[in-house]
Structures are given as structure tokens and as C-alpha cells.
């Protein structure tokens, strides 16, 4: 504890005298200082044991004494020192009352102890409580080692809420609670989310405070890692702001805690690397030597049912789409409060990842993310957290951009997803393959995520909408339209019906309401128009897909 007014009084060297403000002794003091000036309080700081003589003062003044003792209070000023016998023998009557007037204390400084001892003796207090709280800060460094070597970051989190008498929590990229101490504390810190929301959009390190006197209890956030995107979060909550050593502490906790998010980087690095090799090897339908390069480092997702997903960047898919002959319009910009936990400088490729790694690590489930140029490939447990995080990542960014449908944007703030049917290890390329379908789909129709499952599940007429299938059909049935509009017959309508009757001459005639040699004659026109034979399955197949694609265009 730094000096006080009430340890200088037990001093016994200094034999001073209280004689005024004895309730108000307990009060920390930051340094003595001697001033005779009238007006000293330009000089002060606050926190001050103020020593005088009243060389220059008018002592029995009361009005005088009332102004000075207010404005020694407005300074903080935390009190007065007098000495007698040098100017007045005893302290003036006017300065003792406006002393208790104000609640100042007022302390008489006997002649043979010089001020020089006073301030002494401040300075010797003060640096032993430095030294003290140095010297608590090594030990809590110490511990707080000991602890994350240990016990990881969770036994360096209950240290530190010990070492603070408080609590602490770490939040991992995604601003979700990851561990906290002690066990209670999780509550407490899963209400800030906000803040290390807001505190993960200022670049590293950044530090901010919530709550305060009026509030449940004052909370120190950190931000934690050396890149310019945070990689985690620190939370400290303490009844009051925290001394030196507290302070010691908690900086000891960030650089631990800093060390191991940066080595988790590393080796988060590293397993994306075994990960792409594991990947290759079930690509290649190896499935056992991608378990033997794997080992326990996957745990059984390499057995279990699991899901394929394929993302690439709006941006990356549109490209793709253009070499594709397929024209894209461009989309929306999601809401900010969707992208905000999943853009991590800027990349929604690496975003995903982080929403997905993050969701499996709470669920205490294996993912295997691995980056590949402009995509990501993700090998995630069937029915799992990840792909639920996925998938609701995917609809939060469609409903944001039905909801922000004209504020157009770069294709950069959005993802394209396609995601596999489950499958085992043994089916790995067929699942690839069906998530790039699925992919294929999504870029094409504009949406967000696209399961292949919804592929097999429903038409394909949605298919027909592509502008390169729409050209087509118009090309096919060009000639046919333009002899319908010279009037000398109905063409299209009477191939429409024919072929929805499967070549029922009497069924289709009848649809139309003519005679079954008019619509022999037609076909027959049809096909010296076209060139084609009408026997061949595959014509048929083409005119019907030409004519549907056209209806679904509103021709």
C-alpha cells in the first residue's frame, strides 16, 4: 500500500500532531511538497501532503484561511502540513477551523522535524510499495507460468482471477467464450460479446474498459495476438481498477497468452498442411493411407459419415462463371452484423474457416480445413456443429442480402458454398465431385449455398434458367417462330403438344382441336425446317428442354 496521512502520524520520527480531518487520515499520499506561495494550486496535481510556514499567508485571517483551505480542496490536496515555532508558535485559530470547516487534515510539524524528513519519508513509503509490487509481480509471473505450462490457458485464467481477486475469461477469433475462471465467470462474459466484437475491428493490441462503479463490476478487455486482426480476446473483471501488482499480472497473462495463440498458429499452419496430404490421399481413394498419415489427429472423422463443402469468394466464382459463358449479376452487400465474425482481414474464405474451426472446437469435434488458392475445402462430421455453422453462416449472409437488395457492393464481402451428401471415406471423390455441383448451381442461381441433396431432390427445370441454355432454345426454335408469324400455321404449339403426349398423333391432335393428318403435316414441316428428324430421341429430348426454357422465360 503507498504511504498514508495516518502512517506519517505513526511515524515516530516525525512527531506529528493531528489537529483537524482525524477522519480523513486513510487517504493515499503521492508525494510532499513545500510551497509558501498564496495560490499553490496552479502547482499541484492532487494527492499532495502540502508543507508550509505561513511566510506569506494572513494565518489569522478566518476569510482569508476559508479561500485558501477551499482551494487547497478543489486541487486534491490530500493535506497540510504546518510547522510552528518558525513564523507562528502555534497553529493560527482561523487555519484550525477552516481546516475542520472543509475537513482537511490539518497536521503541526514540530520545529526540530524538517520538512526534508517529511518528504523523506514519503519517498522511502512509496518506493517500497513500487518494490513490493515489482517484486508480487515477478512471483505472479512466475505463477502465472507455472500455471499455463501446466494447465494451458486454463489453469493461467484461474491463476490470474486469483491473482486479481476477480475474474478473467479468453474468448477465441469467433468472440466466443472459450474458458473462464472461475467456473461462474462464463455467464458474466458471454454478456460482453458485443464489446470484443467491437474491440476485434481495432487493430492489435487493443485494450478497452466496460462497466465501472455504477455497474455489475469494471471489466478490462484485451486484445490478443501481433497480427493487425486479433486472433483472441482477454477479459479481467475486478471490483475496482487494479494496483501495480494486480496490473503486473495482467500484462504477465497477456504476453503467456499472446506466446500461445501465436504457437498455435504455427501449428494450427502445420496441420493445415498434414491436412491438404490427407485430403489428396482420399481424393485419390487411399482412405487407409490417409488414416495412417493422420493418426488420432482427426479422431474418427475419417470413418464417420461426413459432409464435403466447397467455398469460393463471390469474387473467384464470378470469374469462374464468366469463363463458364455465364453472366452473373452482381450481389448485394450483406449486413455488417453478419460478416462482422466471420471477415478476418478482409477474407471471407478465411472467416468461414474461423466460424467453422471455432464451432468444432465447442462441440469437441474434428474438422479438417484446408485452404487452396481462392478456395476452401472443409471435410466436416455429417449432422456436426461445423456444418450447422456453415449453413447458418450461408442463410444469415442470403436473408441479408434479400433485406439490402439494392445496395449493390464488391463480390469480395460474400462466399459461394456448395455441400457434398454425406458420405464415407471410400466415396471422398464422389463427394468432391457432388459439392462442386453444388457449387456450380450456387454461383449460377446467385445464392449463398447450394446441398447437392437439393439437387436430387428437386427439378431440373430451375436449371433451364442459364442464360447460355435460354440462347440456345431461342436458336433451336427461331425458325419455327418466324413461320408461325407469317400465318401459315402454329408450329411451336402443335410440337409443344405433340411432344407432351409422347407422339400420340389422335391425343395431341385432339389437344389442339384439328385433324390428325393437319398435325402430320406440321411435324412433317417441322422437320424439313429444322433439319432434324423428330425419330431421333435426343432431337426430341433438345426441342422439349428448348421449349421448356423458353416457357420458364415467359416466351
Known amino acids: 500500500m503507498p504511504p498514508t496521512l495516518a502512517s506519517l502520524v505513526h511515524h515516530s520520527a516525525l512527531k506529528l500532531t493531528v489537529r483537524a480531518g482525524e477522519d480523513h487520515l486513510d487517504v493515499p499520499v503521492r508525494w510532499a511538497h513545500v510551497s509558501e506561495l498564496a495560490d499553490p494550486v496552479p502547482y ?39 510547522a510552528v515555532g518558525v513564523n507562528y ?44 509490487a515489482v517484486t508480487a509481480g515477478f512471483a505472479a509471473q512466475r505463477e502465472l507460468t507455472k500455471q499455463a505450462l501446466t494447465d494451458g490457458p486454463e489453469g493461467l485464467l484461474a491463476a490470474l482471477a486469483g491473482q486479481v481477486d476477480g475474474w ?3 474468448y477465441d477469433a469467433s468472440g466466443a ?33 466496460v462497466g465501472g462503479p455504477s455497474g455489475e463490476d469494471r471489466v478490462e478487455l484485451h486484445s490478443l495476438g501481433t497480427g493487425r486482426r486479433p486472433r483472441a480476446a482477454l477479459a479481467v473483471g475486478t471490483a475496482a481498477a487494479p494496483g501495480t501488482a494486480e496490473r503486473y499480472a495482467v500484462h504477465s497473462a497477456i504476453a503467456l497468452l499472446t506466446l500461445t495463440t501465436e504457437r498455435s498458429r504455427s501449428l494450427h499452419a502445420a496441420e493445415q498442411r498434414i491436412g491438404a496430404a490427407v485430403l489428396r490421399m482420399l481424393l485419390a481413394g487411399e482412405p487407409d493411407h490417409a488414416r495412417a498419415v493422420a493418426g488420432d489427429l482427426y479422431g474418427d472423422l475419417l470413418d464417420a459419415p461426413f459432409r464435403l463443402i466447397l467455398a469460393e469468394s463471390a469474387s473467384a466464382s464470378a470469374a469462374r462463371a464468366h469463363a463458364d459463358g455465364h453472366a452473373r449479376t452482381a450481389p448485394t452487400a450483406p ?16 472467416g468461414l474457416a474461423e466460424i467453422v474451426e471455432s464451432a468444432a472446437a465447442r462441440s469437441g469435434e474434428a474438422v479438417l480445413v484446408v485452404p487452396e488458392g481462392e478456395r476452401l475445402v472443409v471435410l466436416a462430421t455429417d449432422g456436426g456443429a461445423a456444418v450447422a455453422a456453415c449453413q447458418e453462416y450461408a442463410l444469415a449472409v442470403q436473408a441479408a442480402r434479400a433485406a439490402t437488395l439494392e445496395q449493390a457492393t464488391a463480390d469480395e464481402d460474400e462466399l459461394v458454398v456448395g455441400l457434398s451428401a454425406p458420405a464415407g471415406p471410400i466415396a471422398a471423390a464422389a463427394a468432391c465431385k457432388q459439392a462442386e455441383q ?19 431432390a428437386g427439378s ?12 440456345f432454345a431461342d436458336g433451336l426454335l427461331r425458325a419455327l417462330r418466324e413461320h408461325d408469324a407469317t400465318g401459315r400455321g402454329d408450329l411451336v404449339a402443335s410440337l409443344r403438344a405433340w411432344l407432351s403426349r409422347h407422339g400420340q398423333w389422335d391425343a395431341a391432335a385432339a389437344d389442339l382441336g384439328v385433324h390428325r ?10 422437320e424439313e425446317i429444322l433439319g432434324r428428324s423428330l425419330d431421333d430421341p435426343d432431337v426430341r429430348m433438345e426441342l422439349w428442354l428448348a421449349l421448356k426454357a423458353t416457357a420458364a422465360a415467359g416466351e
Do not use: C
Request: proline fraction near 6%; charge should be neutral.
Open 438 to 456: 453444388a457449387l456450380s448451381v450456387a454461383r449460377r442461381r446467385g445464392r449463398s449455398l447450394v446441398e447437392h441433396e437439393e439437387l436430387a
Open 44 to 82: 499541484m496535481e492532487g494527492g499532495e501532503l502540502l508543507l508550509i510556514t505561513a511566510l506569506k499567508l494572513d494565518a489569522d485571517d478566518p476569510e482569508a484561511m476559508g479561500r485558501y483551505v477551499r482551494r487547497l480542496v478543489g486541487a486534491g490536496v490530500v493535506g497540510l502540513g504546518f
Open 177 to 209: 467464450v472459450v474458458a473462464a475462471a472461475p467456473e461462474w465467470a462464463g455467464r458474466r462474459a458471454a454478456r460482453l460479446t458485443a464489446d470484443v466484437e467491437r474491440l476485434r475491428e481495432r487493430p492489435a493490441p487493443a485494450s478497452s474498459v
Open 89 to 132: 508558535d502555534d497553529i493560527p485559530k482561523a487555519l484550525v477551523d477552516a481546516a475542520r470547516e472543509e475537513g482537511l487534515p490539518l497536521l503541526e510539524v514540530p520545529r526540530r522535524t524538517p520538512f526534508l524528513a517529511i518528504s523523506k519519508a514519503v519517498s522511502a513509503a512509496i518506493a517500497a510499495d513500487q518494490y513490493r
Open 168 to 170: 478473467a475469461a479468453l
Open 460 to 471: 431440373v427445370l430451375p436449371l433451364l434458367a442459364d442464360d447460355a441454355v435460354r440462347a
Open 517 to 526: 393428318h393437319t398435325l402430320r403435316y406440321r411435324m412433317r414441316r417441322v
Open 335 to 350: 449486413a455488417a452484423a453478419v460478416l462482422a465474425a466471420a471477415d478476418m482481414n478482409g477474407d471471407p474464405l478465411n
